[in-house]
């Protein structure tokens, strides 16, 4: 009995801490690493989170843009800092999609970060241009079948090329990647009747869209964009299994405690769930996707299985 | 469309008052970032992006394009007086620009790029609001093998940017190129010079390149020899151009005014390359051509009015497609983008005051500059005139503020003090490094234009030729081949190396 007393006493010590730290947390400026550079989505959004976050806790909550290497370096800053909570890093799906294409990254994004929550969600649409005489996705994948269909993406292991890719593998056709700098001069080339296909997201696309520029065949997400209300998903032309959303989520250092992970997950869903999140965020468009830490967990352990499995069949990978 | 009407919306939306103060603000504080070496436009609106935040978006993009083109002029005056180029742009302004000031013509100098630029900008201003919609459209002709073409243009023509040996030329223009392949190539991932490191994966920042090689280098080369270093903020000589410098520099402006307005247009590569070409221009065709690089008005006038002129015309993609032509243009767009504008060519009818305002306030901004740069240059000199003692650190200190502001990244700085040493060298060596910043510039636009056309056109190499752009972008590269071997040129060339000597 005394022993069993003891070993109950003592759990309860060793647990006592990080309850403590939990109860107290933040006692003190919590710093939010965003590895871009500002003036992105990505910083947008976060900076948005950051002041959503000081305003709840009542706490500074300051952002530091570490840019570098497609976010690797700002990442592996976060994957060194010390295990508290008061170091958290905000990150785009790239951080999967690196993942799936850079074997030599300078730190390793299971072991070493652990998903905290999800920030937002975005989506992406396919468009097509003038080349090939096509209205919807059946259409295309016809034309990919008897043609050369190119399309474009914002470089090798992109986000845009995993979605381009992952077409492919869900209709069974070989578009082919042509790489450039950014989307826009995707959105050029489409325009000019060089470039075919381009999946990007639904806020880049808009204004080719709206000039008819570029034509939107499908959103490759679960649900129709509030945008695009016209346009079907790629489930409703016949592709389920295309969705490739975009998101955006915080990450800490393992060996952060579970209790701390929980409050911030707390505090990241009571601020993205507001309505003038909701509105923020449409301007950005996105749109809040509120989840527990161990659904966000499983995102991102569902999205890195997904592309790491899509790489190795397509050989994406960067050296 | 009703071009006058247009202009009217303009002019109803610029001249409040508040946005006269917004582009006037903007002026200054660009002239005042531009007069300091190294600190650049691109750092400058970066840095002051999220103070525009609580803004009117039209306030707030007037007085972003005020710094925008207020530095461009702030920048040429450092570069005559100090021999310090803040951008490439500027880099050839400091060729002929400098040589005056030694003559004792930094006055006339500064008023001729100020004059150029104002000529330039109100021509770039009127070209946009006329044919803002039908330009356009000819952004969408240039597609990989039109952009392939042009490089290797303005790669043939960078060999005439060197005043000395045509072979340090060339190897200055490959080191610029193989530094330009540095970091993650885009079309295979490869990782190319990285060394290992993931501070190179993307590649190096211009601007550490720019400020390490002109701004450090200078530093350093001036520490050898301080009498040597010379800034002409004492005697400047007359400001106003006397008739004969009116009557050279007025074709060049007209030619550099034509092709910076052509150039800017395009995206992606029009603004770096306007000044370069028309100093080429002005080598091939000026009647004073054998005095280019020795202090010939030609040397500023081109190329400050092409700079400008097509500064006014990039925002034509920028605005009307969302295609922005230069870092600086795509840190407008994101501003846009930040103040819930969707750029596009709907941005016209959807937000017609924002437009027209924005285009107008540029001219005001241009009438604006010439009123700080002419009356008030001796306040700009003022500030050149710190003892060099005060000068070089607070320069340095500059320096590595624009640099790291653009990756908050100290290897960075660490670069830009390598580039410095390697700059140095350059100097000792002879080698001229203009050429190096075009190929650096140029290069990966080369590789990635190239190899983009090649997978469109499925392997098939007769693209180049096929594409009637294009072939005139080769027939001109040929031409300019041609006439630089040619023997008659040779001796002339030779001729004027002797002169130097």
Not at chain 1, 31 to 53: C, E
Not at chain 1, 65 to 84: E, F, L, M, T, Y
Not at chain 1, 85 to 94: K, N
């Amino acid at each position: 009995m005394k022993r069993i007393l003891g070993v109950v006493l003592f759990a309860c010590a060793a647990l006592l801490p990080g309850l403590a730290a939990a109860q107290d947390f933040p006692s003190k400026r919590v710093t939010i690493v965003i590895p871009f550079t500002p003036a992105g989505s990505n910083d947008t959004i976060g900076r948005y989170l950051a002041d959503g976050l000081a305003k709840l806790w009542n706490t500074p909550v300051v952002v530091e843009n570490r840019p570098g290497a497609g976010s690797a370096i700002g990442s592996a800053h976060v994957a060194q800092s010390k295990p508290d909570g008061y170091t958290l890093l905000f990150v785009s799906g790239t951080f999967t999609t690196n993942a799936a294409t850079q074997a030599n990254l300078p730190f390793d994004p299971v072991k070493d970060l652990k998903p905290v929550g999800m920030g937002a969600l975005g989506q992406m649409v396919i468009v097509t241009g003038s080349r090939v005489p096509t209205s919807n996705l059946a259409d295309l994948v016809k034309a990919a079948k008897a043609q050369k269909v190119f399309y474009g993406t914002t470089g090798v292991g992109s986000s845009t090329q995993f979605a381009g890719e992952l077409l492919n593998d869900v209709a069974g056709i070989k578009m082919e990647p042509v790489h450039y700098k950014g989307g826009t001069d995707a959105l050029v080339d489409m325009a000019g009747g060089r470039l075919d296909v381009y999946v990007g997201t639904v806020t880049q696309v808009l204004s080719s869209v709206a000039s008819n520029k570029a034509k939107p065949i499908a959103i490759a997400s679960k649900t129709r964009s509030k945008a695009l209300p016209d346009v079907p998903t790629v489930a409703e032309a016949g592709f389920a299994g295309a969705e490739a959303d975009i998101w955006w989520g915080v990450f800490a250092p393992s060996g952060t405690p579970d209790a701390v992970v929980t409050k911030i997950n707390q505090g990241i869903n009571k601020v993205m769930a507001s309505p003038e999140a909701t509105e923020f965020l449409a301007k950005h468009g996105a749109m809040p996707a509120e989840m527990s830490v161990s659904e966000f967990g499983g995102h991102v352990t569902k999205e890195l299985a997904k592309w790491r499995e899509l790489a190795v069949k397509h050989n994406i990978k960067a050296e | 469309m009703d071009l006058f009407g247009n202009l009217l919306i303009g002019f109803g939306t610029a001249l409040s008052l508040q946005n006269l103060l917004y582009a006037f603000a903007g002026c200054l504080l660009g002239t005042l970032i531009g007069v300091l070496p190294g600190l650049g436009p691109l750092a400058t609106i970066s840095m002051l992006l999220p103070f525009t935040f609580g803004l009117d978006p039209t306030a707030a993009l007037i007085m972003l394009a005020g710094i925008y083109y207020g530095a461009a002029y702030g920048g040429s005056t450092t570069a005559i007086l100090v021999n310090l180029p803040g951008e490439t742009s500027s880099v050839v302004t400091v060729l002929d620009g400098y040589q005056m000031a030694r003559q004792g013509r930094a006055g006339v100098a500064i008023a001729t790029a100020a004059i150029g630029s104002f000529f330039a900008g109100c021509v770039g201003t009127l070209v946009l609001a006329a044919f803002a919609a039908p330009l356009a459209s000819v952004a969408f002709r240039f597609g990989g093998a039109e952009y392939f073409s042009l490089m290797v243009v303005g790669l043939i023509g960078a060999v005439s940017l060197a005043s000395g040996s045509v072979l340090k030329a060339i190897g200055m223009i490959l080191i610029g190129v193989i530094l330009g392949t540095v970091g993650t190539d885009l079309n295979s991932g490869v990782q190319r010079f990285t060394f290992g490191t993931p501070n190179l994966w993307e590649g190096i920042d211009f601007i550490v390149i720019a400020v390490g090689l002109f701004a450090f280098g200078e530093v350093i080369a001036s520490l050898e020899n301080d009498a040597s270093r010379e800034t002409f903020t004492e005697n400047m000589g007359r400001l106003m151009p006397n008739a004969e410098d009116f009557k050279r520099m007025t074709p060049a402006i007209l030619r550099g005014t034509s092709i910076g307005t052509l150039l800017g247009i395009l995206p992606g590569a029009g603004l770096s390359l306007s000044s370069f070409f028309s100093y080429s221009l002005e080598k091939k065709v000026s009647r004073f051509r054998s005095q280019l690089g020795k202090g010939a008005i030609e040397g500023v006038a081109g190329p400050e009015s092409a700079n400008n002129a097509a500064a006014q015309t990039a925002f034509i993609p920028t605005l009307t497609l969302g295609i922005p032509g230069s870092p600086t243009m795509a840190l407008m767009l994101g501003a846009m983008v930040m103040h819930n504008i969707q750029p596009g060519p709907q941005v016209m009818t959807s937000n017609p005051d924002l437009f027209w305002g924005l285009i107008v306030s540029m001219w005001i901004g241009n009438l604006i500059l010439i009123i700080l740069n002419l009356p008030l240059v001796g306040l700009w000199v003022r500030l050149l005139r710190i003892p060099y003692g005060v000068l070089y650190p607070a320069i340095l200190l500059f320096c590595c503020l624009g640099v790291y502001s653009v990756q908050f990244s100290t290897f960075d700085l660490f670069l830009a003090a390598g580039f410095g040493l390697a700059g140095y060298a350059f100097r000792k060596l002879e080698c001229e490094p203009a050429p190096l910043v075009l190929g650096f510039v140029l290069g990966p636009l080369l590789e990635e234009n190239f190899r983009r056309a090649m997978v469109l056109s499925q392997g098939d190499f007769t693209i180049f030729v096929r594409e009637p752009i294009s072939l005139c972008f080769l027939l001109l590269a040929a031409v300019l081949l041609v006439a630089a071997t040619l023997p008659k040129m040779r001796r002339e060339r030779d001729a004027i190396l002797r002169e130097e000597m």
